[in-house]
């Protein structure tokens, strides 16, 4: 290391810094403070895209259930087969039969 600080002047004073840095506790501290808030912060982001994804995927299959309901009863489906085969609760086939009419 010492050869390499010799011939580069970059690597020298990179080097005096690294080491005043370690040396000034305060400064240390921080440092670790800030790296936890930065991956705390990365994890929220994280945390929260997979919470989105989730409630997404949900949603789409909700409205594939809805969808799936309107062309059962359009066809003329009985609509306790309906209600077996989507898993909507009769509230919300009733409201979706009222949306057809």
């Not at 506790?25 to 912060?41: C, G, K, N, P, T």
């Not at 066809?75 to 009222?98: H, M, N």
């Amino acid at each position: 290391m010492k050869k390499i600080k010799e011939q580069e002047p970059m690597i020298a004073r990179a080097d005096e810094k690294y080491r005043s840095f370690l040396s000034d506790e305060d400064a240390f501290y921080a440092s670790l403070e800030h790296e936890r808030w930065v991956r705390d912060r990365a994890q929220m982001i994280l945390d929260g895209e997979e919470r989105g994804r989730a409630a997404g995927l949900e949603q789409g299959r909700a409205e594939e259930r809805t969808e799936t309901a309107a062309k059962m009863i359009e066809l003329g489906v009985d609509e306790d087969i309906v209600l077996k085969a989507t898993g909507l609760s009769r509230e919300q086939l009733s409201e979706l039969i009222a949306r057809l009419e």
